[in-house]
């Protein structure tokens, strides 16, 4: 056990002045210091390849649209084409909504409840689709910037029609309940971008601060996973990827943000409880 630091570049002592390096304990813990660049949201940019692997493509038109595919809102004003990830369907009472990410379906708050959320995403459907919505956004927690410190980025839109998407994440199979993350986890995704890829936690309880088109969110309490062997765990547009525990395929998080060598989760717990559904087993 350790008391981490996580910086954005990570200089030798003998470049750092005496009254400015970290402390070697706190509180009878070690210190670890570890640099991970500059934490984002993982929106995708304007284009990107497939993902190069033979396995389902994500990316394409999807029925019933399965966690792990894309999805995505209509910008309003069009002046944005996106897609990011279909985490998992939820429920609440004979409901059933996809879960994803606030900024993934409802625009950073900015989208009006109701408005349509498409599979796949405008940036991998074309503009406009030629498909038509799936779900609408029924509720999203509010992203605050600034000093208020955030637990989730989440968000929950109602299936149009209960048949439109199934429960059985793309590659890996229906989530077998939910477990907390633990230090040294190995869990596994399915994703928008990266599509099927494995990782381990190193954290459950760090505090960071993510960049947002809104400006600088504090998140507080989140699961931190670094990718097994060269792949990277997720990049842009793996955003709202439920992540499960690979031995049990239990729900442990959602994803929402990262730099190139790290990934950041919500625990999958807090995400629920926050927009009151259950996982559809």
């Known amino acids: ?23 070697r304990e706190v509180n009878g813990y070690p210190v670890d210091v570890e640099q991970v660049g500059t934490f984002r949201r993982f929106m995708p940019p304007s284009s990107g390849a497939a993902p190069a692997m033979t396995m389902p493509d994500p990316r394409k038109k999807i029925r019933p649209a399965q966690p792990g595919c894309s999805i995505g809102f209509k910008d309003p004003n069009n002046q944005i084409i996106m897609a990011g990830t279909f985490g998992a369907l939820v429920s609440k009472g004979t409901k059933r909504f ?38 609408k956004l029924t509720k999203f927690i509010p992203l605050v910037p600034g000093t208020v410190t955030n637990k989730v980025d989440g968000a929950i839109a109602e299936l149009n029609n209960k048949n439109l998407a199934t429960n059985s994440v793309l590659f890996i199979g229906p989530p077998k ?10 869990v596994h995704k399915f994703g928008r971008t990266t599509g099927f890829t494995v990782g381990r936690i190193t954290s459950v309880e760090t505090d960071v601060s993510v960049q947002y088109d809104a400006g600088v969110v504090n998140f507080q309490d989140q699961i931190i996973i670094v990718g097994l062997g ?22 442990v998080a959602l994803l929402f943000a990262g730099s190139s060598t790290h990934t950041i989760a919500n625990h999958i717990k807090d995400v629920l409880s926050a927009l009151s559904v259950t996982l559809t087993l």
């Not at 990410?101 to 940036?123: K, M, R, T, W, Y």
């Not at 309940?177 to 190995?186: P, S, Y």
């Not at 793996?238 to 239990?250: A, V, Y």
Request: glycine fraction near 10%; hydrophobic fraction near 35%.
């Open 1 to 23: 056990m350790a008391v981490k630091f996580l910086v954005r570049i990570k200089y030798p002592d003998n470049q750092i002045p005496d009254g400015d390096r970290l402390p």
């Open 98 to 135: 996809i879960l994803s990410n606030n900024h993934v379906i409802a625009d950073e708050n900015n989208l009006p409840l109701g408005s349509s959320i498409f599979q796949p995403g405008f940036l991998d459907a074309g503009n406009p689709p030629n498909n038509g919505p799936i779900a």
């Open 230 to 251: 060269a792949q990277p765990f997720s990049a842009s547009g793996d955003s709202g990827s439920l992540i499960l525990e690979r031995s049990t395929n239990k729900a």
């Open 177 to 186: 309940g939910k477990t907390a993350g633990e230090i040294d986890m190995v």
